[in-house]
């Protein structure tokens, strides 16, 4: 029977995979950090590895948000180009009308 990765407690996988961010400028790369930080928490250091990795996916926004995101800017861009077309069509007519308000006799 294999163990099913629940020695250590959401707490302690936290902690480790932030010691790792923390002090990984202070090794000469990241597999040397988890390394030593694994040597200290008691796992091995892949394991460590797939709690980074891990913890790197949770925090990555999730393909739905990114889409909604794209649909949103879509939605946007599609209202600015109607804007600008109505604007356009604005001042159009503010033209036309202000050249027939000068072209109309001057009434005493």
Not at 14 to 33: I, L, T
Not at 70 to 93: F, S, Y
């Amino acid at each position: 029977m294999t163990m099913t990765g629940k020695r250590h407690a959401p707490e302690v996988r936290e902690r480790a995979v932030r010691m790792v961010r923390e002090h990984s400028g202070e090794h000469s790369s990241q597999w040397s950090a988890i390394v030593s930080i694994s040597s200290k928490i008691g796992c091995t250091a892949e394991t460590l590895r797939r709690w980074i990795k891990d913890a790197e996916r949770r925090e990555e926004p999730s393909a739905a948000a990114v889409m909604d995101e794209k649909t949103r800017i879509k939605a946007l861009e599609r209202e600015n180009r109607e804007l600008r077309q109505a604007n356009e069509i604005l001042r159009k007519a503010s033209a036309y009308f202000a050249q027939a308000e000068l072209d109309r006799p001057f009434k005493w």
